[in-house]
């Protein structure tokens, strides 16, 4: 299984970016995927998940700002990033659920390697 995370980059303040999950050896639509971000120093958390059946769930800290989406034709999830903050730079990671609490890493069983937001004020 591999999951390709792209689509990062440097924007300003206020501008938005749209993040790619695509996958290779699995069906993401038969999973729950997240979006998970790691600023330099802090832990990795949680941002965002869509399960199979489409549900979404978001960090409070993105509600209303960020939205996480599938198309299932291209095997590919998304996350659309509004109104960007400089406290929303970080790696971006997708991950697929395999069990137990969403927000918690623990839970899930492939990673993809990341993509880099940077949001200049």
């Known amino acids: 299984v591999q999951l390709q995370a792209s689509g990062g980059g440097l924007v300003q303040a206020g501008g938005s970016l749209r993040l790619s999950c695509s996958a290779s050896?699995?069906?993401?639509?038969?999973?729950?995927v997240s979006w998970f971000r790691q600023a330099p120093g802090k832990e990795r958390e949680f941002v965002a998940i869509?399960?199979?059946?489409?549900?979404?769930t978001y960090a409070d800290s993105v509600k209303g700002r960020f939205a996480i989406s599938r198309d299932n034709a291209k095997n590919t999830v998304y996350l659309q990033m509004n109104s960007l903050k400089p406290a929303d730079t970080a790696v971006y990671y997708c991950?697929?659920?395999?069990?137990?609490?969403?927000?918690?890493?623990?839970?899930?069983?492939?990673w993809g390697q990341g993509t880099l937001v940077t949001v200049s004020s």
């Open positions: 869509i399960s199979g059946s489409t549900s979404t």
């Open positions: 991950a697929t659920h395999y069990s137990g609490t969403y927000s918690y890493t623990g839970a899930y069983d492939s």
């Open positions: 050896g699995r069906t993401l639509s038969n999973y729950g």
